[in-house]
Nanobody
Framework: QVQLVESGGGLVQAGGSLRLSCAASGSIFTIRTMNWYRQAPGKQRELVAG????????YADSVKGRFAISRDNAKNTVVYLQMNSLKAEDTAVYYCNADIIVSSTLWPEDYWGQGTQVTVSS
């Protein structure tokens, strides 16, 4: 099986920064894409940022220029989300998501982490 474990959430004042981490482990053959989603109370889950195995990135318009997604060069199973200039509207539970080819089946499967709370006080 595969697990995704997030860390790095917390409480920060508006204008501050946080860095989220997500580590994948288990029977991984390869990881195709890793993404960060978020879900605020009463809202749908939305894609925040994504990165492919070739380091192509994409961002939601609301975070462009403030957030940066990256992968650990040494450990291709770790992804980060650097969040700068945080705003109150960034408050949400942030989820790591990955499209992983599992070793046992060599089929792509979609995995989610348990989520980490980010709260930005204004």
């Amino acid at each position: 099986q595969v697990q995704l474990v997030e860390s790095g959430g917390g409480l920060v004042q508006a204008g501050g920064s946080l860095r989220l981490s997500c580590a994948a482990s288990g029977s991984i053959f390869t990881i195709r894409t890793m993404n960060w989603y978020r879900q605020a109370p009463g809202k749908q889950r939305e894609l925040v940022a994504g990165i492919t195995s070739g380091d192509i990135t994409n961002y939601a318009d609301s975070v462009k220029g403030r957030f940066a997604i990256s992968r650990d060069n040494a450990k291709n199973t770790v992804v980060y989300l650097q969040m700068n200039s945080l705003k109150a509207e960034d408050t949400a539970v942030y989820y790591c998501n990955a499209d992983i080819i599992v070793s046992s089946t060599l089929w792509p499967e979609d995995y989610w982490g348990q989520g980490t709370q980010v709260t930005v006080s204004s």
